[in-house]
């Protein structure tokens, strides 16, 4: 009985005082992960969270699958945000293949990837929401978000897997009066968001809810490797869409938005901020879209890599840096697909933030950090 | 396949409601009758123009058309009909399931969304009936290792508690089921029954989460009680009596809530973390403990205790319109009942029927109700609003605001009665 045992499977000294909650997988307040927490009294002590409820071994799954069915299922992990985590795919291949995009193609992409990072950001605010119990914020969002989801349909023909881009381009192009009916839209989205303000971002009750809880200051986000939202909210100013330009990022203006703070109350306002920034995107590139043209480079009908390759493309999805790194051989397969995704690398913050608050913090703090637990275990 | 709401037709609403109230009017021949008549046997029968009415005779009598009123009359003076039904549980249990109704229709109004819509075919109105009739019909799990006898035994205490409450609140002069002259005490005797039940039930169940809700109840009840008291000794000191009936008729010419605001808002929110109502739902907040100490109830349990949630709200809002708005005073708009009809009876064409026994009830009575209502109403809407504004507070915020911000306030309120009683203001022999 004297054989070391791995630090995880040690038997711990139980304190009488310290009382270990199993939150989730079955709970209203963990989405599909378990969070081990141990409190004492009302106070959080220690707190393990346990993702890969949900694993489904897509990177193993597109070894098996060429470049052109790889696009279905890739954009699984976040229904929601199905455009921006196919970009940095679609990228990745398009050096591969060695592919020129037509102008039209990469605004539409664009208008897609931010109406879609509209779209599950609203999603994230309605269950912050009624995760802070507060019932109308969860149904205002849940309903505004179909204007958004509309326009998508339109674009793509399907209301969340859109599977819309395509190497070489997008799939399909835009509808007939498309551009009106979008900057309509838009506007009003954008309208209706500000309203958000009255109910919920200047609530006293929910800002002395939220501010100084989890307080992630500018070193530790940066030590832990945070991205996206959390990391801005903690006042560094990282915004892939202006520090590595992909697509026309560079030709439009992109305002990042930071805060200084790095509580929770920082944490949910900077997405709420990006979507009016989103909507701003949208408007520029609805301007400067060239009218006509092609929106799609003619494939071969199975893409082959040239010979021994490897690539790395990121974008920023709606939870932060979304990295993809693929490794083709001259088959028409990728012989290794990686998803670095941001919710996972939000995530490793969560132990450190919980240390010592209430438990009726860890929601708030929790769902703060901008994680979306199926994206996380792919 | 998503079902899309029909637009809104007159035809069909007129044949909603005539359809409903076939049924209702069927269910009523076929069991509500039947029930009166068992019923007519078994209560202690009232003595009527000088005859006692024996179970037959009141059968005869029921015969006559004539003669229906008078033995409803006496039946409504008894008690069994002020406990079952009248200003007791019944009319409670009436205007719960209407604020059940009111909450949905209001929160999803507020919400941009439907609410209930297809039960009942009218704006879905029997939704709470589906509700109950699927607690009824789900299975009651006990978690395995229970105390089973308490865990059986809180909801029912809850109800038959929250029950108790609404027994002290008169609904209009005389109409009340125990007129006691300490009710006001035996109303803070009833609340403080509150959290013990609540943390029985969450002990008995053995479960972390109902544990911990429990607990956070207990914190919250008990630190609110003493404002909740504090606050009404205001009124106490002005009116001089812990009688409710008489408080309340101390009002005829001004609610109390002109001369003790800082009293009313207080009540009203110990009236609300009482309630476990949103802000102050800490013992029920889901995200955090999943229901808090509701969670290991099931079926009608859970639906026992939904019911004596829904009948406190009811109480206490009940007092809220007693103490503090002048229960059931008000301007009379209860129009008379026609002097002709109990003279002359009813003439039409050939037809002269004279009917012994109205009016049933006096204008004042009618009137008192309806204000009561009225007020009691208004009372619930504000209790319900808060859950689509505010988010859930903190228990740390929540105790800081019960023992620092609402005591203080109180003991303000409390200077300001003594202060007007001592200018002679108000009180026993005050100038108003």
Sequence with gaps: MNKELPPGLALQKVDERIMTLNVGPQHPGSGHMRIIVQIDGDFIVACDPDPGYVHRGEEKMAEYRNYITNIPHLERPVIHDSCNILYPYVLGVEEILGLEVPERAKYIRVIASELNRCVYTMYWLAIYGIFLGHSTMFMWPAGDRELLIDLLEKMTGARVTHAHFVPGGVRNDLPPNFEDVCLRQVNYFEKRIKEYAAVFYDNPILIARTENTGVLSREDAIRLGTTGSVLRASGVDYDLRKKEPYDVYEELDVHSNVMKEGDSYARSKIPWLDMMESCNIIRQALQKMPKSGSVRVKLKPNPKGKGFDSVYKRVESGRGSLGCYIVSDAKPEPYRVKLSVGSFRNLIALPYLLKGEKLGNMPAVYWSLNYWPVEADR | ?432
């Design chain 2, 1 to 432: 396949m998503s079902v899309i709401a029909p637009n809104f037709k007159f035809s069909e609403f007129v044949k909603s409601i005539l359809d409903n109230a076939f049924w209702i009017l069927l269910i009523f021949t076929l069991i509500g009758i039947p029930a009166v008549m068992l019923v007519l046997f078994y209560i202690e029968m009232p003595v009527i123009n000088g005859e006692l009415l024996t179970p037959f005779l009141a059968l005869t009598w029921l015969a006559d058309p004539s003669r229906t009123l008078p033995i409803l009359k006496a039946f409504m003076t008894t008690d069994l009909f002020k406990i079952a039904a009248f200003p007791g549980f019944g009319f409670a249990a009436l205007l719960a399931a209407g604020t059940i109704f009111i909450e949905r229709k209001m929160l999803a109004k507020l919400q941009l969304r439907v609410g209930p819509f297809y039960c009942g075919k009218i704006e879905g109105i029997l939704q709470l009936m589906g509700d109950g009739l699927k607690l009824i019909s789900k299975e009651i799990i006990i978690p395995a290792k229970a105390d089973k006898p308490i865990f059986w035994a809180a909801p029912v205490i809850f109800v038959a508690t929250a029950a108790a409450f609404v027994a002290l609140i008169p609904v209009a002069p005389g109409w009340v089921v125990a007129d006691v002259d300490v009710g006001l005490l035996a109303v803070f005797a009833i609340i403080g029954f509150f959290p013990i039940i609540t943390i029985l039930s969450a002990w008995s169940s053995n479960s972390k989460f109902p544990f911990i809700g429990g607990i956070r109840a207990l914190h919250q009840m008990v630190s609110f009680e003493i404002p909740l008291i504090l606050s009404l000794l205001g009124v106490v000191i002005l009116t001089g009596t812990l009688n409710l009936s008489e408080i309340v008729a101390s009002q005829t010419h001004f609610p109390w809530i002109i001369f003790l605001p800082i009293g009313a808002i207080i009540f009203f929110i110990t009236i609300l973390a009482e309630l476990e109502r949103i802000p102050f739902d800490l013992p029920e907040a889901e995200s955090e403990i999943v229901a808090g100490w509701l969670t290991e109830f099931s079926g009608m349990i859970y639906g026992l205790v939904q019911l004596g949630t829904y009948l406190k709200l009811y109480a206490f809002a009940a007092l809220f319109v007693v103490l503090f708005l002048g229960g059931w005073t008000g301007p009379m708009i209860w129009p008379p009942f026609p002097e002709e009809i109990i003279k002359d009876g009813i003439v039409m064409g050939p037809i002269h029927a004279k009917i012994p026994g109205l009016p049933i009830f006096s204008q004042e009575m009618l009137n008192g109700v309806l204000w009561f209502v009225l007020k009691t109403v208004g009372v619930i809407f504000f209790i319900l609003l808060p859950r689509g504004v505010f988010p859930r507070i903190r228990i740390d915020m929540l105790l800081s605001l019960g023992w620092y911000k609402l005591i203080g306030l109180a003991f303000v309120n409390i200077f300001i009665a003594l202060g007007l009683l001592y200018a002679g203001v108000l009180g026993p022999g005050g100038i108003l």
